[in-house]
C-alpha cells in the first residue's frame, strides 16, 4: 500500500467534485462548432517538490501540443493554461462513451517561498510538464524611521 502525506482539506473526492462542478459551471463559448452551448474546462493533475535550490512543478497534460500551452510567473504565482482538442478518427464513427476531458484549462500555483523571475525553465516531454523555478533569498524590509 503507498501512503501518501494530505493536508486536512484534501479528500479522495475531491477531483470528482471539482470535475463535476467545472462540467456543470463551464464558461459560455461562441467558437465551439455544432451548436456546442458549454466548453468544458479540465484540471490536469499537479504535483510540486523541492530540494535545496529549486521548486518542481509537474503537470500532467497528455494530448496537449507545446505550442497550445502558457506558462507565465506573476511574482510567486505560477500560472500554466493551455487547450486540449481531440478530433473525430473517421466521419463514419459515432461517439459511444468518452472519459477524455478535452478544452481549455488554468492551474495558479502560489510558491511557497520566493524565487528568481529570470531563471524558470519549462520542458515538455511524453505529455508530463516540468518547470523549474530556481529559490531565492526574501528582500529584507528595512525599517523606516518616521521624522
Not at 22 to 50: G, H, I, N, Q, Y
Not at 120 to 143: F, M
Amino acid at each position: 500500500m503507498k501512503l501518501m502525506k494530505t493536508g486536512p482539506t484534501t479528500s479522495i473526492f475531491r477531483p470528482e467534485i471539482e470535475r463535476f462542478f467545472d462540467r456543470v459551471f463551464a464558461p459560455l463559448s461562441l467558437e465551439m462548432p455544432d451548436m456546442k452551448v458549454f466548453e468544458t474546462m479540465w484540471s490536469p493533475s499537479v504535483d510540486l517538490t523541492e530540494n535545496d535550490k529549486e521548486f518542481v512543478v509537474r503537470m500532467e497534460i497528455p494530448g496537449v501540443h507545446k505550442e497550445n500551452l502558457d506558462v507565465s510567473l506573476d511574482g510567486n504565482v505560477l500560472t500554466v493554461s493551455g487547450r486540449r482538442e481531440f478530433r473525430k478518427e473517421e466521419e463514419s464513427e459515432e461517439c459511444i462513451w468518452r472519459e477524455r476531458e478535452e478544452g481549455s484549462f488554468v492551474r495558479s500555483i502560489r510558491m511557497p517561498k520566493p524565487v528568481e523571475e529570470g531563471k524558470v525553465t519549462a520542458t515538455y516531454e511524453d505529455g508530463i510538464l516540468t518547470i523549474r523555478l530556481l529559490k531565492t533569498e526574501p528582500t529584507v524590509k528595512t525599517k523606516i524611521a518616521i521624522k
